[in-house]
């Protein structure tokens, strides 16, 4: 036989398993933190180093000569020391920030916290940019086995496929990607135009300034990571 006093709950435990009830399971107290890594901040950013990657970064008023990222990875290619390997740059140079910023974009564009339209621009400017990796037609069509655009190409196909493995990673694993490819994007980049400029500017017979795409592009970048 129990006790009347056994069959009392005190008002203190009635409180707390109340608040027990009440609490709802950790995956249930809103969205995750990594969610909001990428919100109108990030996305300005990632918005400034692909503004910057289309201006100048290179201008030379007295030639008339202003070349943007993917402009260079073409002109490059006529210079005698790339040529003939003593310049070790190449097309992929300055196609390789391109492909991150593909890549940003479709880390960008799986990002929950952000509306479905915002989603689906980002995802198919996505495409565009790693579309813009691969040679140009007609060299695409035999690229595969070209020497000339063989690693190219496939750097090209390797972008798409990161783009779709975007679609599987979870929130955290989007963050780490985001800064490596933020951090390797701004490495090559920077390389790339350091290494060139004095080149250019020897053929040129001088100084070449470094045109604002360029920093632009390195503080979207460096914001991003």
């Given at each position: 036989?129990?006790?009347?006093?056994?069959?009392?709950?005190?008002?203190?435990?009635?409180?707390?398993?109340?608040?027990?009830?009440?609490?709802?399971?950790?995956?249930?107290?809103?969205?995750?933190?990594?969610?909001?890594?990428?919100?109108?901040?990030?996305?300005?950013?990632?918005?400034?180093?692909?503004?910057?990657?289309?201006?100048?970064?290179?201008?030379?008023?007295?030639a008339a000569l202003r070349l943007n990222g993917?402009?260079?990875?073409?002109?490059?290619?006529?210079?005698?020391?790339?040529?003939?390997?003593?310049?070790?740059?190449?097309r992929l140079s300055y196609l390789t920030p391109?492909?991150?910023?593909?890549?940003?974009?479709?880390?960008?564009?799986?990002?929950?916290?952000?509306?479905?339209?915002?989603?689906?621009?980002?995802?198919?400017?996505?495409?565009?940019?790693?579309?813009?990796?691969?040679?140009?037609?007609?060299?695409?069509?035999?690229?595969?086995?070209?020497?000339?655009?063989?690693?190219?190409?496939?750097?090209?196909?390797?972008?798409?496929?990161?783009?779709?493995?975007?679609?599987?990673?979870?929130?955290?694993?989007?963050?780490?990607?985001?800064?490596?490819?933020?951090?390797?994007?701004?490495?090559?980049?920077?390389?790339?135009?350091?290494?060139?400029?004095?080149?250019?500017?020897?053929?040129?017979?001088?100084?070449?300034?470094?045109?604002?795409?360029?920093?632009?592009?390195?503080?979207?970048?460096?914001?991003?990571?």
């Open positions: 036989v129990r006790s009347p006093v056994s069959q009392v709950q005190s008002p203190v435990s009635q409180v707390q398993s109340q608040n027990t009830a009440a609490v709802p399971p950790s995956s249930d107290l809103g969205p995750r933190t990594s969610d909001f890594r990428l919100g109108t901040w990030d996305l300005g950013l990632l918005t400034l180093a692909l503004v910057g990657y289309w201006l100048p970064w290179l201008t030379h008023p007295a993917f402009e260079l990875a073409e002109w490059v290619t006529f210079l005698p020391g790339v040529r003939d390997g003593s310049l070790p740059l190449s391109l492909a991150c910023l593909a890549l940003l974009l479709g880390v960008a564009a799986n990002r929950r916290k952000l509306p479905p339209a915002v989603r689906g621009g980002l995802g198919l400017l996505a495409l565009l940019c790693a579309g813009a990796v691969f040679p140009s037609y007609p060299y695409l069509l035999t690229a595969y086995k070209d020497s000339e655009f063989q690693l190219q190409f496939f750097v090209a196909c390797a972008t798409l496929l990161g783009l779709g493995l975007t679609f599987v990673l979870k929130a955290i694993w989007l963050d780490v990607l985001q800064i490596g490819l933020a951090v390797f994007g701004a490495a090559c980049g920077g390389w790339a135009l350091l290494r060139l400029r004095p080149v250019a500017s020897e053929l040129l017979n001088a100084s070449w300034p470094i045109g604002p795409g360029w920093f632009v592009m390195l503080a979207g970048f460096a914001a991003l990571a």
